[in-house]
């Protein structure tokens, strides 16, 4: 008898991941497809569709060997309806019948969350959060997303929009403008972008000398990882834009811990790859804004998958709610 399959798809706004993934999580293939967003995203479905069929074909599976999709799109959700409510990245009108749609096409069983949930999901089963029941997965990459899982389940909220770590409210006067019509929030100073925009503000104000300050001057141009290499050299400029950067963002997850004292809050994206040059004068940040308990017993950890995460968490879904 043929293993079973989960498919597990994570859509992105440029890229969608996809792989089979069998019951213990393990990878049986894995591949990627453009996400084409035209047109209000209509083919987005179609071609995850065809992209599972024609993967079944090469590997000389069969549809019946797969126990169904699932699928983490970026903007809240409503599992039980499986709609997303709105995605501004990929195209789809507000209300989009996500999972109604990809089960007509595919002729397999959908299970529909937001992509964040689904990497916490992914980082909790096979990940950095292995064996905990309580955990929060921070993304830190052009945006600054989350998950919260606390005994082992996601946390929606009432309309799909728990998690919304980005938009929590650091700066409440004199904030810069996030995407979101807010001041001040955490996507504004702890994303990539948010990073530069820092290094831009203080730039002017910044007196001394600096490779980072020299590297702007001769090539126009700085990116987070930049600014993470020069301080992992001891940059000044560098070092105190990484710490402007621990020092909301510890706030924030000081905040969420205090409210939720998970056994620990992972930390992914782009972002997270700094290590610990970030890691470490979070830690000092957090420590100092948590209550004494919970900073002793919530950790702080890198994200152990990188991109795999999304997939993983997607098959979860199959495994545990489909």
Known sequence: ?????????????TTTKLAFVNSEGE???????????????KEI???????????????????????GIGIGVPGPVDMETGI????????????????ATL??????????????????????WKGAGEGAKDLVLVTLGTGVGGGVITGGNIIHGAKGAAGEIGHITVIP?????????????LETVASATGIVRTVKR???????????KDHYTNSGNVTAKDVFDFAAGGDRLALEVVEETAKYLGLALANIANTLNPEKIVLGGGVAKAGDTLLKPLQASFSQYAFNTVAKSTVLEL???GNDAGVIGAAWLVKNIG
């Not at 997303?84 to 999972?99: A, F, K, L, R």
């Open 1 to 13: 008898m043929a293993e079973k399959w989960m498919v597990g798809v994570d859509l992105g706004g």
């Open 27 to 41: 990878f049986r293939h894995k591949w990627e497809i453009p996400t084409d967003t035209s047109e209000q995203g």
């Open 45 to 67: 479905l179609p071609n995850i569709a065809n992209s599972i069929a024609a993967q079944l074909t090469a590997l000389k599976r069969d549809q019946k060997d797969i126990e």
């Open 84 to 99: 997303i409510y709105e995605s501004v990245n990929i195209g789809w009108p507000q209300n989009y019948p996500v999972t």
């Open 103 to 124: 089960q007509q096409l595919s002729g397999l069983k959908v299970v529909i969350d937001n992509d964040a949930n689904v990497a916490a999901l992914g980082e909790m």
């Open 173 to 185: 006067e004199g904030g810069e403008q996030c995407n979101c019509g807010k001041t001040g929030c």
């Open 202 to 212: 203080r730039l002017p104000l910044f007196a001394g000398s600096s490779l980072l």
């Open 303 to 305: 994200a152990a998958l």
